[in-house]
């Protein structure tokens, strides 16, 4: 196996928005675009493991990172393929060797959910607690302001349709994949996905959201190793406690030039106050 | 048993809002409130049943409404107790005869999701067919406007903090719940809940979200047979078909007066046109 070993898959992203029709306040016709949302059952080694709402952008990265951040699947070598059938709306995953105590797996998952009511399985806090971040990752302000300037200007579903959440990794001031789906764990599972598939390591990036920074946002965030979390949504108060438990650089309510840097402050630099005029 | 019947329930609500520190772009301290957090294991008959992430202003509602959402229990008059304590993050309800077949609803249960990654079982879409909302009802768009005014001004836990989604149920103007939780789901079950607890049915109410109208969100108005739906958000391809498919009046994009109706237009009365001035 090696460092660009990828699984076969097909490349069967769908059509992203519809019209349909609509009456505005005035009684006059008002086309409107909508976001789309299929259902995507999803199949390892033929066993039904889950049916994900997605807008289907990026059906097998999604299939992939979903795997990845539930832990069903350990490291992208043990997937053999990844086959999604929108006629049967299905999604086939081959694995190497099959997954060890995969009903056991599932059962845990029906007890524990976020996201309101998400899906995650049950050991992700104990997990939690050994993630260790890169303490030597800096990202200095001028950076971030650059990123922000680009995701702002970035084509998007959500600016022809709206009702889609967004998910993007950066390295630096460089967009490296923008996601975008009707749910926020299907965007950051596709994002996660596409990384094992590219071998892109979390260490050196960062991970933007439009959604809000709960639980599940950044703790999938932390176990992807990647130190920088950006939302331009608020977070919510264990949100804020994983953060501040696992160190990582979180920023939220980040719009134009504002933003509130919340926890792991040390690895954020603040461009130097410039001197005021007349002071030497 | 009569239309008064309540189970017993606790009335464990939680403070809603935390504050945090943050810095600003400008380097000063920004005390931010956030959003309350708080994971709440359910258990049914001492079976454990799910653990759902929420904010806690409504718990027992939210248990009562998500059993009920989820068809896990046919009526209120099922339910003896609702039991809260946070200390042990559980929810005790106590069911009159037991749920039947628990475990098979469970396991159904872990194949379909929505929200992106919510919790649905199986079977809704069936049961969707069987859905009949009532073709009397009607909404002025005079009342329509009157309700959103009420809503614009009411006192919420996102203006504070953000990082929730709200839902209401109104009777024509006025609003008789108004619920806010970290995930949309829950605060639909919230609501759910509530209307079970006092025997209030849907059939001539309207429910608002401030979330998107995905298929989950459609599914679960047209289950309480609630013929009226708006939302500020947009919509996906699934909630517009399902709409479509079951009659429902649907209305997004509500904005002080703009709005789009896209679906069930019959029973949405517009204002009659002003006659131009001048004009007999």
Redesign the interface.
């Known amino acids: 196996m090696t460092a660009s070993y990828r699984p076969q898959i097909t490349n069967a992203s769908r059509p992203a928005t519809?019209t349909?029709?609509?009456?505005?306040?005035h009684?006059e016709a008002?086309p409107?675009s909508?976001?789309?949302?299929?259902?995507l059952?999803l199949y390892v080694d033929k066993r039904?493991?889950?049916?994900?709402?997605?807008l289907g952008c990026a059906p097998e990265a999604l299939a992939i990172g979903?795997l990845r951040n539930q832990r069903l699947v350990k490291s992208i070598e043990d997937i053999v393929a990844v086959q999604v059938d929108w006629e049967t709306e299905a999604c086939a995953v081959t694995t190497r060797s099959g997954i060890e105590d995969l009903d056991g797996k599932?059962?845990k998952?029906?007890?524990?959910?976020?996201?309101?009511?998400?899906?995650v399985f049950g050991d992700l806090m104990e997990e939690i607690d050994q993630v260790r971040l890169p303490a030597d990752a800096v990202l200095d302000e001028d950076t971030y302001f650059a990123l922000m300037d680009r995701i702002r200007v970035h084509d998007t579903i959500y600016k022809a349709?709206?009702?889609v959440?967004g998910c993007a990794l950066a390295k630096g001031p460089e967009i490296l994949y923008f996601v975008e789906?009707?749910?926020?764990?299907?965007?950051v599972d596709a994002i996660a996905g596409k990384m094992w598939l590219d071998h892109v390591e979390g260490r050196d990036k960062i991970f933007y959201t439009t959604g809000?920074?709960?639980?599940?946002m950044v703790i999938k965030c932390a176990q992807m190793e990647i130190p920088f979390l950006v939302s331009r949504?608020?977070?919510?108060?264990?949100?804020?406690e994983i953060a501040k438990k696992v160190g990582l650089t979180m920023i939220?309510?980040a719009a134009g030039?504002?933003?509130?840097?919340?926890t792991g402050?040390q690895r954020f630099l603040?461009r130097e106050?410039v001197a005021a005029a007349g002071t030497p």
């Open positions: 519809f349909v029709p609509a009456v505005d306040e009684g008002a409107h909508i976001a789309a949302e299929n259902p059952t039904e493991v889950v049916t994900l709402m997605t979903y599932l059962e998952r029906t007890v524990t959910t976020g996201c309101g009511q998400g899906t349709a709206g009702a959440h789906d009707v749910g926020r764990h299907n965007a809000r920074l709960t639980s599940e949504s608020g977070l919510t108060q264990m949100g804020y939220g309510r030039k504002h933003y509130l840097l919340f402050h603040r106050p």
